[in-house]
């Protein structure tokens, strides 16, 4: 175990032992000093202090509902008995690939062709995982080659960094795993972990900064950026700076989505204030630790809109018929947001308090959403059939 880890992790165990509570500790407790005034738990769960009032959010350029379809319902649930989904994706077949943050599981899910649950397969794990915290088996992204080349990527949190790896799924069985991009900081909290091929056939990647603020700022590391790389680990064709770095200044970004447009979105943890949507421009500097929500600064990308801590904890971020759809943990609802090319309208809450803790979201191949919950991952109230996948209709 790196250096950086093993002393992030001790002074994690410090604070859970001080009376924490949680599986998962508190940014007073882990990364400041009790003097600072940045005194709320970990991004993921409840902070302590009161958030000032968050300005007025932006006019919306239509009715919430607008291409969207009106409010979405739970049609069903398509798994349950899980222990905490993080990555989901589809494979051309139809059928989902899902991974357990603690298990280091990858599952298949063949869905029911009526009403009912689907079959969930083990595939495989991921040896290298080494758990704790918020660290884990994180997301996972299919190859758009996959039929020619069967490869899932992802996103692992290992003993001595977090890295991008990469295995071939053949029939049942997943194969041994490939370093795509490795020497990615990783910590007891906050280590990013969303994988999204993008319309251009490169692969997004999101980091955090793991409780160290000043990684952010570091404009050549991997952590608290979002990264921009091909699929054999090099950067991409384009990028900003000619190295892996597509944006950065950022906190914990757990969310990554691409509009028809193709521009790319992503869903970031702030820390006491404001989470935030942040439409992503290649090169630009988000402002973390700076800026927290919107400064108003030339020099950092104000974000396109921010909720007060508790109605979020943004995670996973998907996008469907002119909504971006953004679960939210510790706010424990779907929040729908409307767009209008660049421009966001006011965002719409949904289930808020019905299935608890709401970790991923993706657009299924049917045109419904799978919407995961998070549970058992140490800050919920798990319900007996926890966690599930559920089927959102619209």
């Known amino acids: 175990m790196s250096a950086r880890r093993t002393a992030v992790a001790l002074v994690a165990m410090s604070a859970l032992l001080a009376g924490c509570g949680e599986d998962e500790p508190s940014d007073a407790d882990d990364t400041e000093t009790p003097t600072t005034t940045e005194s709320s738990t970990d991004s993921e769960t409840d902070r302590t202090t009161e958030p000032p009032e968050p300005p007025e959010p932006p006019e919306p350029s239509s009715d ?21 989904p993080w990555g989901l994706d589809f494979l051309p077949d139809g059928r989902a690939v899902v991974t357990e943050r603690d298990t280091a599981r990858v599952l298949v899910i063949t869905p029911a062709e009526g009403a009912g649950e689907g079959e969930v397969v083990e595939v495989g794990r991921i040896p290298e995982t080494a758990p704790q ?119 914990n970004v757990q969310g990554l989505a691409f509009d028809e447009d193709g521009r790319l979105w992503a869903s970031e943890f702030g820390s006491s204030s404001f989470d935030e949507l942040n439409l992503i421009e290649a090169g630009d500097d988000y402002g973390w630790p700076t800026v927290e929500g ?19 904890s943004p995670s996973g971020l998907a996008y469907l018929d002119g909504a971006l759809w953004m679960a939210a ?12 090319g660049a421009t966001t309208g006011e965002p719409t809450p949904h289930f808020a308090g019905d299935y608890g803790r709401l970790r991923t979201v993706v657009v299924a191949p ?14 919920g109230d798990p319900a007996a059939e926890d966690d599930r996948i559920l089927v959102v209709e619209h």
């Open 294 to 312: 919107t400064g108003g600064e030339p020099d950092y990308h104000d974000p396109a809109v921010t909720w007060p801590v508790d109605e979020a």
């Open 64 to 84: 919430p509902t607008t291409g969207a379809g009106g409010k979405p319902e739970v049609a069903g649930t398509v798994a349950s008995g899980l222990s905490v």
């Open 133 to 251: 915290g918020e660290a884990g088996l994180l997301g996972v992204a299919v190859s758009p080659d996959f039929e020619r080349d069967r490869s899932l990527y992802f996103y692992v949190c290992t003993a001595e960094d977090n890295r991008v790896v990469r295995a071939e799924l053949d029939g049942d069985r997943l194969g041994d795993t490939e370093p795509v991009l490795t020497g990615i900081p990783g910590g007891f909290i906050h280590d990013g972990g969303r994988l999204e091929f993008g319309p251009d056939g490169f692969l997004y990647v999101s980091t955090g900064e793991i409780g160290e603020d000043d990684l952010a700022r570091e404009r050549t590391g991997y952590a608290g950026k979002i990264l921009r790389i091909t699929p054999s680990g090099e950067p991409a064709p384009g990028n900003p700076f000619g190295d892996e770095v597509w944006s950065w200044g950022h906190r």
């Open 329 to 340: 943990l510790r706010g424990e609802r779907l929040w729908q947001i409307p767009v209008d």
């Open 366 to 379: 049917d045109g419904r959403l799978w919407l995961t919950t998070s549970n058992h991952d140490g800050r």
